[in-house]
């Protein structure tokens, strides 16, 4: 018969109890509103975090049980906590960089005053020579007024210099030169249009200086490349302007090796304060084949991925970006529509709206290159991130989703389109049907002079009623993501959150901005929070590992000034952060945060 001591019994029970507690968590947050968006949008009290993970949701009770000496407790007050925003399509180096350049600020600008702010922009920098070329970014072209102004290189000729300028449409899709630009440029008038791009002429075949999508780049690859020091300043202008939103995780939606190698540096450093995703351009332009690109894209996978996401953000290379149109919006009209865009046959006093001679450029990709592309893509395991903004590119690449469903590695991939402003109603449902995630900017479903002004009397009122689908695509099942596709707008995710809910302008946007864009209703407020959060994983394959607040995730979560579900809906656009955690370490904190 075996004998124990009585110390030897209680040294047992000790060290099973020792092995059975859990060890103290490194912060708490209690007294709140935890809305987790978990399958159930649950709404808990508290939360902890060990080692960067979310270690327990649930009371206060519960989570005071995982307190120790060292533990951080952190008293909500009430407040909403909620998991990190995951912006599915952004471009935070072109974002970066604009925030240092000579900037139009997204505004409504009569002529006088565009050239008056480029014009200062020019006394401001005095040091140059007359060979740099003058970049001029965030420049909102359908926001000009009278509504209908147009610009030509004249409207910048006028301007007090001999250097070449570019302004360009924060759309991205539209970029204005003057005649120095034009002249170094080698735009002559026999000059023909390039693939997937356009040469403004005048009635006298004469260049405007306006140059729409892939024309741009007899101007773009003129310009000096960012130094080593300026991408780095423009990474980090991006994160901290990330950092202040409440964003965790982010897609660049089209990158290139001088921006991952700044985000690498950065994230060598530490100073990796979101968790980076990038899509690298396919582009057939220029000879490429579909084999040739994606070999491409995997060597730059191969130099920049970091392997499997961790607690500490990372770089991950999975994604490759594919433009198929421009934009729908006037004066581009490079959308690829299914019907003609209307022109008016009467007087300005007398519309007379009738289909004009075109329906917009041809798609991108041919239905050939456009299926052989994909095909080599889900054979390398990388997931298509498409541009389609007009529904004819919408119905063209869920016919080749389609196709490549019916193959063992398409039925792996995640293919998102990006933007979807208009989708004819007989392709609502595909997306649910093939799992296509339409990843919208929400803030672009409000009146606007981009929408009312650019959109309606184009589009015809059948179209018109079905501009920026939000509700429609989600009503047909579909997983709508966010991508605030900045710097196209300014970089204010909660304005654009607002919108998703409202459907309507800024307070201060002017009479005419005023009621709700078309028809349609808003999203719900839950729907919207999902778009941001774990759909937007889902995109990214990360949706078990981010995008809500449950047990085992990483703890990237954010505190928010009020309530996003209590509060009234154009209140959602005031929202401030006051504070931003990523894999348990807080990377930003507002003033009145404790």
């Known amino acids: 018969m075996i004998k124990f001591s009585l110390s030897a019994a209680l040294a047992l029970c000790f060290s099973t ?40 949701v649930g009371d206060d009770a519960g989570a005071q049980a995982l307190a120790g000496k060292q533990t951080r407790v952190i008293d909500l007050q009430g407040r909403m906590l909620m998991p990190g925003l995951i912006d599915g399509h952004m471009h935070p180096q072109s974002g970066g960089s604009r925030l240092l350049n000579c900037s139009l600020d997204y505004e409504n600008l009569t002529v006088p005053q565009f050239q008056a702010r480029i014009q200062a922009c020019l006394d401001k920098d005095k040091k140059s020579d007359s060979k740099r070329w003058l970049v001029v970014v965030n420049w909102f072209q359908q926001g000009m007024l009278p509504e209908g102004v147009e610009t030509s290189a004249a409207t910048l000729d006028a301007l007090k210099t001999e250097r070449p300028i570019i302004v360009r449409s924060s759309f991205g899709h539209s970029s204005q030169l003057n005649s120095r630009g034009i002249a170094l440029a080698g735009i002559k008038a026999d000059t023909p249009d390039p693939a997937g791009g356009k040469i403004v002429r005048d009635a006298q075949g004469k260049a405007t200086g306006l140059l729409e999508d892939a024309a741009q780049d007899a101007a773009m690859n003129l310009l000096p490349a960012l130094t080593v020091a300026e991408n780095l300043a423009a990474s980090k202008a991006a994160l901290a302007a990330m950092r202040k939103q409440g964003i965790t995780t982010f897609l660049d939606a089209y990158t290139d090796p001088e921006t991952m190698t700044a985000f690498s540096t950065l994230q060598k450093q530490g100073k990796l304060t979101a968790r980076g995703h990038f899509a690298v351009l396919i582009d057939l332009d220029k000879g490429a084949t579909p084999k040739s690109a994606v070999a491409e894209l995997l060597k730059q996978q191969k130099q920049f991925d970091q392997g499997p996401t961790r607690v500490a953000p990372s770089m991950q290379v999975r994604h490759a970006k594919l433009f198929m149109d421009g934009v729908i919006s006037a004066p581009a009209f490079t959308g690829a529509m299914l019907e003609p865009y209307l022109v008016n046959q009467g007087t300005a006093q007398q519309p007379n709206w009738q289909p004009g001679p075109h329906n917009g450029p041809a798609n991108y990709f041919s239905p050939e290159a456009l299926t052989a592309t994909l095909n080599e893509l889900a054979a390398a395991r990388i997931d298509p991130h498409v ?66 002004g650019a959109l309606k009397d184009y589009m015809g009122p059948q179209r018109y009623a079905i ?86 995730k990483l703890a990237d979560m954010i505190v928010l000034d009020r309530n996003f579900f209590r509060i009234e809906a154009e209140d959602i656009a005031n929202i401030r952060v006051l504070q931003t955690m990523v894999g348990g370490k807080i990377v930003y904190q507002a003033d009145g945060m404790h």
């Open 17 to 56: 109890y020792a092995q059975a507690a859990p060890a103290p968590a490194d912060t708490i947050y209690r007294n709140g509103y935890v809305y987790t968006v978990d399958a159930k949008d649950s709404v808990q009290q508290a939360l902890a975090v060990r080692a960067g993970r979310i270690v327990y």
């Open 387 to 452: 541009h389609v903004d007009g529904d004819r590119a919408v119905r063209a690449t869920l016919d080749a989703i389609a196709a490549l469903r019916a193959t063992p590695a398409g039925a792996l991939v995640r293919p998102a389109l990006a933007h979807d402003e208009i989708v004819a109603p007989a392709d609502y449902a595909r997306f649910a049907q093939l799992d296509v995630t339409p990843v919208l900017s929400l803030q672009w479903g409000k009146p606007a002079p981009d929408t009312v």
């Open 467 to 552: 501009v920026e689908p939000q509700s429609l695509l989600l009503d047909a099942g579909a997983r709508i993501a966010y991508g605030s596709d900045w710097p196209v707008d300014p970089l204010d995710i909660w304005f654009a959150l607002k919108v998703g809910v409202t459907r309507t302008a800024a307070p201060d946007a002017g009479k005419e901005y005023a009621g709700t864009l078309g028809p349609q209703p808003g999203m719900p407020r839950a729907a919207v929070l999902r778009a941001a959060t774990i759909n937007a994983a889902y995109t990214l394959r990360q949706e078990a590992l981010t995008g809500s607040l449950e047990v085992g």
